[in-house]
């Protein structure tokens, strides 16, 4: 085909997200190179390169954009990112500082954002008015207010939108437990806990404020979160390194201890911390699993009153301003619509993952493991392969990013659309709030608002720096 025909092709094959598949398509490993689909990767730090290393194997990562290239460019070439030609030469991805160039190129087809969450939002409504299907790390937002506007952006777009919560796709895992608790086969639930693992602290000390480096820009990484001075510490790092708790530094841990790269989600101007980052993994799942991840349903009170910081709080707010202020303990209440107890710890005795408990047994899900008597008795064996298509909206099970390419390729829903994703991500968020103001909070799932709570229903929303405004849906 030539260009036009390819993408004339794309755009009439994505169906509105949520209609009815073609019956007829080629497959993703079928398709000729020609055809292939065209990913650009925003942030390539980190997950992002992992991101774009896993979308460089299914369809032509084209174009890269980070703001901070002097780590971005080594990842491209260290995971051999680019365009595998006829002759066997790979053509490197062009590679941009500004996300905005690759929105502006029409020969682009969807876009996977995998920068800092206080990003996430803005980036993937931007591109899909450009005209681009969107694959976006989780959590896709930082408010609830961001919530409804991911919704209704996908809604009125049209585009197929996949949050990268990659653990609905993990099909011996979470999706077996899906499956289990759905079909009742341990009963009615009694008990679910999610350990989510504890937060990182940055110690007792403050981080020092230094220069940003020369080829990151600071300014834009900040975007719509309040301006402050860039803070790193790289003799920490040594020091770190040092005690011999760490073979190896965590990944991005470029600046030591930071407010960018890998420590971003450790700061509440740009992430929920583990609520958030993990919540988004083991809540969704467990949401998913008890069938409450639709609007109407899921929370209606979160506890926050055992919640721990690594800082003093007032009103809800960190008094201290350079050392890492995200919820470090917790173990949250949250009563579900259906009367449900659910707790969402920090620590628990199974350890972090899914604990489920129902009147004729229990068992136990991480990614690594799913054990309980129920599996020890065959339980896998129940489920065929029309099950699993039943959690996949009807598609094929596969890989998440190849659930998302089949989406933009045949239409249909993805396993991670943006309705379950963002009732996930109210429970989460939810736990911050109540997290952060150390009470419990009342919640109208139909509403979609706190109630009674005006100091907590200030939360739901937070002020974006001019000039880096989420653009009017």
């Given at each position: 085909?030539?260009?036009?025909?390819?993408?004339?092709?794309?755009?009439?094959?994505?169906?509105?997200?949520?209609?009815?598949?073609?019956?007829?398509?080629?497959?993703?490993?079928?398709?000729?190179?020609?055809?292939?689909?065209?990913?650009?990767?925003?942030?390539?730090?980190?997950?992002?390169?992992?991101?774009?290393?896993?979308?460089?194997?299914?369809?032509?990562?084209?174009?890269?954009?980070?703001?901070?290239?002097?780590?971005?460019?080594?990842?491209?070439?260290?995971?051999?990112?680019?365009?595998?030609?006829?002759?066997?030469?790979?053509?490197?991805?062009?590679?941009?500082?500004?996300?905005?160039?690759?929105?502006?190129?029409?020969?682009?087809?969807a876009v996977c954002i995998s920068t800092p969450d206080h990003w996430h939002v803005k980036m993937a409504v931007e591109a899909m008015q450009a005209g681009?299907?969107?694959?976006?790390?989780?959590?896709?937002?930082?408010?609830?207010?961001?919530?409804?506007?991911?919704?209704?952006?996908?809604?009125?777009?049209?585009?197929?939108?996949?949050?990268?919560?990659?653990?609905?796709?993990?099909?011996?895992?979470?999706?077996?437990?899906?499956?289990?608790?759905?079909?009742?086969?341990?009963?009615?639930?009694?008990?679910?806990?999610?350990?989510?693992?504890?937060?990182?602290?940055?110690?007792?000390?403050?981080?020092?404020?230094?220069?940003?480096?020369?080829?990151?820009?600071?300014?834009?990484?900040?975007?719509?979160?309040?301006?402050?001075?860039?803070?790193?510490?790289?003799?920490?790092?040594?020091?770190?390194?040092?005690?011999?708790?760490?073979?190896?530094?965590?990944?991005?841990?470029?600046?030591?201890?930071?407010?960018?790269?890998?420590?971003?989600?450790?700061w509440y101007d740009y992430s929920g911390g583990k609520l958030t980052d993990w919540g988004s993994h083991h809540v969704d799942c467990a949401l998913w699993a008890l069938d409450l991840d639709k609007k109407g349903v899921?929370?209606?009170?979160?506890?926050?009153?055992?919640?721990?910081?690594?800082?003093?709080?007032?009103?809800?707010?960190?008094?201290?301003?350079?050392?890492?202020?995200?919820?470090?303990?917790?173990?949250?209440?949250?009563?579900?619509?259906?009367?449900?107890?659910?707790?969402?710890?920090?620590?628990?005795?199974?350890?972090?993952?899914?604990?489920?408990?129902?009147?004729?047994?229990?068992?136990?899900?991480?990614?690594?493991?799913?054990?309980?008597?129920?599996?020890?008795?065959?339980?896998?064996?129940?489920?065929?392969?029309?099950?699993?298509?039943?959690?996949?909206?009807?598609?094929?099970?596969?890989?998440?990013?190849?659930?998302?390419?089949?989406?933009?390729?045949?239409?249909?829903?993805?396993?991670?659309?943006?309705?379950?994703?963002?009732?996930?991500?109210?429970?989460?968020?939810?736990?911050?709030?109540?997290?952060?103001?150390?009470?419990?909070?009342?919640?109208?799932?139909?509403?979609?608002?706190?109630?009674?709570?005006?100091?907590?229903?200030?939360?739901?929303?937070?002020?974006?720096?001019?000039?880096?405004?989420?653009?009017?849906?």
């Amino acid at each position: 085909m030539h260009n036009l025909n390819r993408r004339s092709f794309i755009k009439s094959a994505a169906l509105v997200a949520g209609g009815a598949a073609a019956s007829v398509v080629p497959s993703v490993a079928d398709e000729s190179a020609s055809d292939r689909i065209r990913v650009a990767c925003i942030g390539v730090g980190n997950r992002g390169a992992w991101n774009a290393y896993e979308f460089n194997n299914i369809s032509d990562v084209v174009a890269v954009c980070d703001l901070d290239l002097d780590y971005a460019i080594p990842q491209v070439l260290k995971y051999k990112i680019g365009v595998k030609g006829q002759d066997g030469e790979v053509k490197r991805p062009d590679v941009y500082k500004d996300y905005r160039e690759i929105l502006d190129r029409d020969d682009i087809d969807a876009v996977c954002i995998s920068t800092p969450d206080h990003w996430h939002v803005k980036m993937a409504v931007e591109a899909m008015q450009a005209g681009k299907h969107v694959f976006c790390e989780k959590p896709v937002t930082l408010t609830i207010e961001e919530n409804k506007i991911i919704r209704k952006a996908v809604e009125k777009y049209g585009k197929v939108f996949q949050a990268g919560t990659k653990q609905r796709s993990m099909r011996a895992q979470f999706c077996l437990a899906a499956l289990i608790v759905r079909g009742g086969y341990i009963g009615d639930i009694q008990r679910v806990v999610c350990d989510l693992g504890e937060s990182r602290t940055s110690g007792d000390s403050d981080i020092p404020v230094m220069e940003p480096p020369a080829n990151f820009d600071w300014n834009e990484y900040l975007g719509p979160a309040p301006y402050t001075d860039f803070l790193g510490d790289g003799d920490f790092l040594n020091q770190y390194l040092d005690t011999g708790k760490f073979n190896n530094p965590p990944y991005n841990f470029r600046y030591g201890r930071s407010r960018c790269h890998n420590e971003f989600r450790w700061w509440y101007d740009y992430s929920g911390g583990k609520l958030t980052d993990w919540g988004s993994h083991h809540v969704d799942c467990a949401l998913w699993a008890l069938d409450l991840d639709k609007k109407g349903v899921g929370p209606v009170r979160v506890d926050g009153s055992k919640a721990v910081h690594p800082v003093p709080f007032v009103d809800g707010y960190p008094t201290v301003n350079n050392r890492y202020n995200t919820c470090l303990g917790f173990d949250i209440g949250m009563t579900l619509s259906t009367g449900l107890e659910m707790r969402v710890v920090s620590e628990s005795e199974d350890g972090v993952g899914i604990l489920f408990e129902g009147s004729k047994g229990r068992f136990f899900v991480n990614r690594q493991r799913i054990s309980g008597k129920i599996i020890e008795d065959g339980i896998v064996d129940e489920f065929n392969e029309d099950d699993y298509k039943k959690l996949y909206n009807g598609l094929p099970f596969e890989g998440h990013k190849k659930n998302f390419l089949r989406c933009i390729r045949e239409g249909g829903k993805p396993v991670s659309d943006v309705w379950s994703h963002v009732q996930s991500m109210h429970a989460c968020h939810l736990c911050v709030i109540a997290a952060r103001l150390n009470r419990a909070i009342e919640w109208d799932p139909v509403e979609e608002t706190i109630v009674g709570d005006e100091q907590a229903a200030a939360f739901m929303s937070r002020k974006q720096r001019e000039g880096f405004e989420i653009p009017e849906v």
